[in-house]
C-alpha cells in the first residue's frame, strides 16, 4: 500500500477524533454540565474543529497532490470520485463550525451578555 494512502487515512482519522471531542465538548456547554467551570466549552468545541479542519485540509493536500503527479502523467482522462468532493466539503463544513464555535464564546459569552442587558436597561432609564 503507498504511503500517501496511509498519510491520508491518519490525517482523516485524526480530524474524525478531533471532531467527535468537538461534538462532545458543544454538547456538554449546551447542557451546562459545571465539572470544569472556568472552562469555555463551546472555545474548545470551536477549536477542535478548526484542528479537524486542517487534518482534513491536510489529508486533501496529500491525497490531492500525489493523484494529479501520479494520475495526471500516466493518464490523460482521469476524474475524482464522489468521496474527494466529500472531503473538501468536509473541510469547509468543519471551518465553518470552528468559526461559530469561536463566535459564539465571543459574543455570547455570559460578560458579554449581561453588558449588553445592563445597556440596554440603561438606555431604557434615560429615554423615559
Not at 501520479?70 to 473538501?88: A, E, L, V
Request: glycine share 8%.
Amino acid at each position: 500500500m503507498p504511503a500517501y494512502w496511509d498519510a491520508t487515512r491518519a490525517f482523516m482519522i485524526l480530524s474524525l477524533l478531533a471532531c467527535f471531542i468537538g461534538i462532545i465538548i458543544g454538547i456538554l456547554a449546551f447542557i451546562h454540565y459545571s465539572s470544569f467551570e472556568r472552562f469555555d466549552k463551546t472555545f474548545a468545541a470551536g477549536i477542535l474543529f478548526f484542528i479537524s479542519c486542517i487534518f482534513v485540509l491536510l489529508a486533501m493536500a496529500v491525497y490531492t497532490g500525489v493523484t494529479v503527479n501520479y494520475y495526471g502523467k500516466r493518464y490523460g482522462n482521469w476524474r475524482f470520485s464522489w468521496s474527494y468532493i466529500t472531503g473538501w466539503v468536509a473541510a469547509v463544513l468543519t471551518f465553518f463550525s470552528g468559526t461559530q464555535g469561536s463566535y459564539y464564546q465571543h459574543c455570547c459569552s455570559e460578560a458579554h451578555m449581561s453588558q449588553t442587558v445592563s445597556k440596554l436597561k440603561g438606555s431604557q432609564f434615560t429615554e423615559q
